[in-house]
């Protein structure tokens, strides 16, 4: 997938919550997708390599950006 498909599909995922824009968990989610559209900068590295870069991550922060992306 694309930037362009996968900044179109999170945008689509975010409307579907049906949450107001300022709760906290929008928001967390709004930047986890940002956080990784800025990691993978089109590169095409994986999930795995994303998660694997960053291992100082709480468990409840993997957790929810996991969560993010399925």
Known sequence: ???AAFQLHSAHFLADLSRSPAT?????????LRHL???LGG???????Y???YPQW???T???KQ???E
């Open 62 to 64: 993997r957790n929810r």
């Open 24 to 32: 906290p968990t929008l928001r967390a989610y709004r930047a986890d």
């Open 51 to 53: 998660f694997a870069a």
């Open 37 to 39: 559209t800025a990691w």
């Open 1 to 3: 997938m694309d930037a």
């Open 58 to 60: 709480a468990p409840l």
């Open 43 to 49: 590169t095409g590295r994986s999930l795995a390599a």
């Open 67 to 69: 969560t993010t992306l």
